[in-house]
């Protein structure tokens, strides 16, 4: 069967699906909602089983048609894109037959994609790129994603000879503000294990990421009228300025690691005279140091506080997602699949770590083991993004592939 993931992809990256990291709302933008529709109706035409709900999650189940009992696999993506770069009006262009040249986005011609820049271009001679058109991201991130899984299932239902068990699918919005797998239904995904379609370059395989925390200091500090303050005001805003002032600058940063290195992040810092509060993000491969962290941030908001004392801090932390590969290296033969399946299809696999996380870290931890696989993103969040047509091809035959190597167990 010929591939549609072309042509899927370039009709979901012009819907205008960015999430909204201030709203409460699920999804946090209802546009988001637009592209679940056209997924329902692509669904449809298929002829494969789907339900929706209010959050803009699509479930989707073709049925095995082998009459043996094998395990149950879901292949996950997001529908959202990230809120870092204008997501309206997206104009995909594809740059065929690519040579290695300079790519100048003709809307923004100071948008311009060198090897130099991005060196795995050169890797990608002879295949056709999509990018944006200068003004927005392209969303790769994951519609490239979300495209694979779609061609995926429309191959298997084309093509009977496929064997495959119980094959799911899973479209969530809001991933990129972390709520990715907020209102996921684990009985109506029904499945044993998964894989997440939401990385980088051809081959790329992550089954670890980032554990990670937030951390809110609020600081109560001591109001007075300022003409007559000496003695007596003591400025929560000055506090939390020094809090941070005393963080670590060359480690223990993101502008300064890489890697298996972890860092503390303020992310936001507000407040007035009386009351402040800063707001971290705390990341670590090693979950046992994210408490570090947040010791280390306590105990420099408390040396400073020696300096004010009639103010008091409160330290609040939640968790927000915990590395995959604990629950992962527990079920090896998850990851074993997905590396036979890239080699039958002639793709090698490259290991990877996400410094970051992915729905399928979540959901590795609610119990269904799901590491990610590459849907060939490039560039993410920026102007600059970019995706290869013949990349994508090769999710395709991965997913296929993956789905007749369950029919091996």
């Known amino acids: 069967m010929p591939y549609t993931v072309t042509e899927r992809f370039l009709k ?6 960015q999430a909204d990291p201030m709203s409460s ?4 933008s209802m546009k988001q909602k637009d592209l679940t529709a056209i997924i329902c109706k692509e669904l449809e035409e298929m002829g494969v089983a789907f339900t929706t709900n209010d959050a803009g999650y699509v479930y989707a189940h073709i049925p095995a048609n082998i009459d043996r009992k094998v395990p149950k696999i879901f292949f996950c993506a997001h529908l959202d894109t990230a809120p870092d770069c204008s997501g309206t009006d997206v104009k ?3 740059h065929r037959d690519y040579q290695g040249e300079d790519i100048v986005l003709p809307d923004d011609p100071s948008i311009v994609l060198t090897p130099a820049q991005f060196p795995n271009l050169l890797n990608k001679k002879g295949h056709d790129i999509i990018t944006a058109s200068g003004l927005t991201l392209l969303g790769s991130d994951d519609k490239s994603g979300v495209a694979i899984i779609m061609d995926a299932l429309y191959q298997l239902t ?3 000879t496929i064997p495959h068990g119980d094959v799911k699918a899973l479209f969530t919005t809001d991933e990129e503000i972390g709520k990715g797998v907020a209102k996921v239904d684990l009985g109506l995904l029904d499945a044993d294990f998964g894989y997440t379609l939401d990385s980088g370059d051809l ?6 990421n980032f554990s990670a925390n937030a951390l809110k200091l609020t600081i109560n500090g001591v109001s007075a009228h300022p003409g007559y303050a000496k003695g007596n005001m003591e400025n929560a805003i000055k506090i939390a300025s020094d809090i941070v002032a ?3 600058k060359l480690t223990l940063t993101p502008e300064t690691t890489e890697a298996k290195e972890g860092f503390i992040h303020p992310t936001k810092i507000q407040g007035g005279l009386e009351s402040a509060t800063v707001d971290f993000i705390l990341r670590d491969f090693e979950t046992a140091k994210l408490d570090e962290y947040a ?3 306590t105990d420099i908001a408390h040396d400073v506080l020696l300096g004010y004392p009639n103010s008091t801090v409160d330290v609040e932390v939640k968790v927000q997602y915990r590395n995959m590969k604990d629950v992962l290296d527990n079920h090896s033969h998850v990851t074993k699949t997905a590396l036979k399946a890239m080699e039958n299809v002639g793709v090698k696999p490259v290991y990877g770590s996400i410094r970051g996380g992915t729905d399928g870290a979540a959901l590795s931890h609610m119990g269904l ?3 990610n696989l590459f849907a060939g993103e490039q560039a993410i969040h920026s102007k600059y993004e970019w995706v290869s047509v013949q990349d994508m091809q090769k999710g395709v035959d991965t997913v296929l592939e993956i789905c007749k190597l369950t029919t091996e167990m």
Do not use: A, H
Request: aromatic share 10%.
């Open 12 to 17: 979901y990256v012009q819907i205008d699906t």
């Open 25 to 28: 709302t699920f999804p946090s």
């Open 92 to 94: 995909p262009l594809v």
């Open 158 to 160: 084309q093509d009977s």
């Open 203 to 208: 081959g790329c395989f992550e089954d670890e």
């Open 246 to 248: 005393r963080l670590p």
């Open 295 to 297: 010791s280390l941030i």
């Open 369 to 371: 083991p799901c590491p």
